[in-house]
């Protein structure tokens, strides 16, 4: 049985980090294309890091240079290092596969 599990966001001032991991269960990380994407309140789910299964990583103008999406294929777990968090970072992030997702991770970025 597929299922991801976030963990790591929590309440952060701006300028923070936070490191998120996603634990993968039922399927191996590293054969397929995994993304983190999030949902802001009263918004649409918007796309942030893909990692391919050959390692090459992608991600949103609207995060490169602060964000870093990385594997563990021992833990079977995929990773996003967020540095210099903005308020406009708040969001429920989810990573994916295929389309499926887990329940979230909740990041606020306030002062």
């Known amino acids: 049985q597929v299922q991801l599990v976030e963990s790591g966001g929590g309440l952060v001032q701006p300028g923070g980090s936070l490191r998120l991991s996603c634990a993968a269960s039922?399927?191996?990380?590293?054969?397929?294309?995994m993304s983190w994407v999030r949902q802001a309140p009263g918004k649409g789910l918007e796309w942030v890091s893909g990692?391919?299964?050959?390692?090459?990583?992608s991600y949103a103008d609207s995060v490169k240079g602060r964000f870093a999406i990385s594997r563990d294929s021992a833990k079977n777990t995929l990773y996003l290092q967020m540095n210099t968090l903005k308020p406009e970072d708040t969001a429920v992030y989810y990573c994916?596969?295929?389309?499926?997702r887990g329940r979230g991770t909740q990041v606020t970025v306030s002062s």
């Open positions: 990692i391919s299964s050959g390692g090459v990583t």
């Open positions: 039922g399927f191996s990380i590293r054969q397929y294309f």
């Open positions: 994916s596969r295929n389309g499926q």
